[in-house]
């Protein structure tokens, strides 16, 4: 380089960086009410399950239905679910409108956080209230097998951590 300058090539794909033991990637995205919502909204306040799908996909929906009926359980562990769909904002508020959803569904109309989580398919990460990816689940096989996962990591995060809500320990 003539002038001492050195540039870099920018790739145009994005590589996925959500990784158990990371920080969760920031994003805000629009809900089916068009509202904004942002993952760091809920930092130090409720454990996140974000739950990546398609409006079109048949499982996805049953996935979607299968929160829908532990949703209070899930609510009971101090965490809040975050539905992220790969589709435009008509396509994501259509599928919570149909399966009457009582929890927060995001629309990623580019498929760009779908990219940056590596979602490919329906895909949950479960992160703590500080923001640290500590499960990640694809969504295949027996529904009620997966769910009991999600519940008992939900349920061991605040025993990890005394600060978390776990006002003593056992001697």
């Not at 760091?40 to 409006?55: E, H, I, Q, S, T």
């Not at 009457?100 to 992160?127: C, K, N, Q």
Request: proline letters at 5%.
């Amino acid at each position: 380089m003539p002038d001492g300058k050195v540039e870099f090539a920018m790739e145009q794909t994005i590589a996925p960086i959500a990784e158990v033991g990371r920080l969760a990637p920031a994003f805000s995205l629009t809900d089916a009410a068009g509202r904004t919502v942002s993952l760091w909204g809920f930092k130090d306040r409720k454990n996140l399950r974000m739950v990546f799908f398609a409006p079109d996909g048949a499982s996805d929906r049953q996935l979607l239905n299968r929160i829908k009926r532990d949703y209070a359980k899930i609510r009971a562990e101090n965490a809040e679910v975050l539905a992220v769909g790969r589709g435009s904002a008509a396509d994501v508020a259509g599928v919570a409108k149909d399966l009457e959803l009582p929890y927060i569904v995001l629309a990623d109309p580019t498929g760009g956080i779908h990219r940056l989580y590596g979602a490919a398919g329906p895909t949950t990460f479960l992160a703590d209230r500080f923001g640290e990816i500590v499960l990640r689940l694809d969504s295949t096989g027996d529904l009620d097998e997966w769910m009991d996962k999600l519940l008992t990591r939900l349920g061991l995060i605040e025993l990890q951590c005394p600060e978390c809500g776990v006002p003593t320990w056992d001697q």
